[in-house]
């Protein structure tokens, strides 16, 4: 009887082949990116852990569980976003994308003049009831790239043209960099340079874009004219009175003087983090660094569960560590580049361009600024730092990619068809095989 029993139960259980089977029609799109999504969030959750230790004997008395355990949520709550998302036709976000950005620009109005301050920046909204807190400018950010790609693939028939290609394009992207930019510079910038990045491949005329980064410049050059001249005036005789003046304007002071860290780092005392940052490198070594959880300077280094987080990576799994990252990242960026490439229909090929490359050159960002390469910035490492409302919508983001996989790969017949995709018809305009239409 007993034994008649657990045959019935083991019998009634699924098969690995089935589970696999049972997984791989849940989970379309690339594998390979699933692959890589999981790869870093196991290695979030470990590095997290580790860089959060020093905060947690702060906040919590020494219980460093609570920051693993809000982690381990995050993860799972961006893993189930990636899933829910993947899993609508990407057609739908061409459909939504004007209102989501209609949607960020009074968002992020609200966020310059009545924001949560932290940090000395106002970027942030509180939400009432559970206390926490979203970046508005990646919700901008998201709604932006989203509503981009669909103009560009339906302006590419007048796409070289000023008024009727460029200007639908680049005005959208300059009152959203223009409302990020009080707040934080850094995040404006490459957000700029993200979409421009997306317009030249959309075909843009060059000089059109060549024109645009010359008039995005004019901030730059003030900052580090700025900078320069309020410098030479501690060693040179007179006082610029307008560079100083212009130094007590909004968060102008804050950029000048990192910008001066960088640029005089050899005359000026290194900046904390920085000096930290340096250390936790020099550490770490060529090969294998201290090891998981031996991190020295996570309870020195300011901001080592996010915007530092790289250097404490290679402290604990030294430059191979660190460059396996880099890796990772590379891996990502080509299989997005494989999905552009392979997409039949416009909308979905510079969706997933789009949102890869802004992944990619936050990440570019954040490590530079770890092995100072250039001035600090409050940037993040994808999917990596530790979670907040940038990790949410990072994986908002790889949601969107895998969409568009998804439905790349049903249309090559390596799955069933679970959703009406519209072919492209023979009238319809194909530039360098991704048609123009939706």
């Not at 300059?174 to 910038?189: R, Y």
């Not at 990576?313 to 880099?326: P, S, T």
């Not at 997933?352 to 001035?375: D, R």
């Amino acid at each position: 009887m007993f034994n008649e029993t657990t045959d019935k139960l083991f019998s009634q259980m699924p098969s690995i082949g089935g589970m696999k089977e049972h997984l791989d029609q849940r989970t379309r799109g690339d594998k390979y990116i699933w692959g890589l999504v999981i790869v870093l969030s196991l290695i979030s959750i470990l590095v997290v852990y580790s860089a959060t230790g020093s905060l947690a004997y702060k906040m919590y008395r020494g219980n460093t569980s609570v920051y693993l355990f809000k982690q381990v949520i995050f993860t799972l709550v961006g893993l189930l976003v990636i899933f829910g998302l993947h899993r609508i036709n990407y057609t739908v976000f061409s459909r939504i994308a004007t209102i989501l950005f209609m949607l960020s620009i009074p968002l992020l109005i609200y966020t310059l003049f009545f924001g949560a301050k932290i940090n000395e920046g106002s970027r942030w909204i509180k939400l009432p009831i559970i206390n926490l807190t979203i970046q508005s400018s990646d919700i901008a950010k998201l709604a932006l790239f989203m509503y981009i790609s669909k103009v560009l693939s339906k302006k590419q028939e007048v796409i070289k043209d000023f008024k009727k290609g460029f200007l639908p394009i680049i005005i959208p992207v300059f009152i959203i960099c223009a409302l990020i930019m009080p707040a934080n510079l850094s995040n404006a910038l490459l957000t700029g340079a993200t979409s421009l990045l997306l317009m030249f491949i959309g075909r843009v005329s060059f000089k059109h874009i060549l024109l645009t980064i010359l008039v995005a410049m004019i901030p730059v050059a003030i900052i580090v004219s700025v900078a320069i001249a309020t410098h030479s005036s501690k060693t040179e005789e007179g006082q610029p009175v307008v560079a100083e003046k212009m130094k007590s304007v909004g968060r102008i002071g804050t950029w000048v003087n990192r910008v001066q860290d960088f640029m005089y780092a050899n005359e000026r005392e290194v900046p904390y983090q920085v000096q930290q940052a340096k250390i936790a490198i020099a550490n770490g070594g060529i090969f294998f660094g201290l090891g998981p959880g031996n991190s020295r300077q996570r309870n020195f280094l300011p901001q080592a569960y996010n915007d530092f987080i790289y250097a404490v990576i290679i402290e604990e799994y030294g430059l191979i560590g660190g460059a396996f990252i880099i890796f990772i990242y590379l891996v990502f960026l080509f299989r997005c580049i494989r999905i552009f490439r392979k997409c039949p229909y416009a909308f979905g090929a510079f969706l997933a361009l789009g949102l890869s490359f802004t992944l990619i050159i936050q990440a570019i960002a954040n490590m530079a600024v770890n092995v100072n390469i250039v001035p600090v910035t409050g940037v993040t490492l994808p999917l990596v730092s530790m979670g907040g409302s940038s990790f949410i919508f990072t994986c908002c983001s790889i949601g969107l990619i895998l969409s568009v996989a998804r439905n790349v790969e049903q249309m090559e017949g390596k799955a069933p068809v679970e959703t009406e995709i519209e072919l492209p018809d023979e009238n319809t305009e194909t530039t360098n095989g991704v048609t123009s239409a939706i």
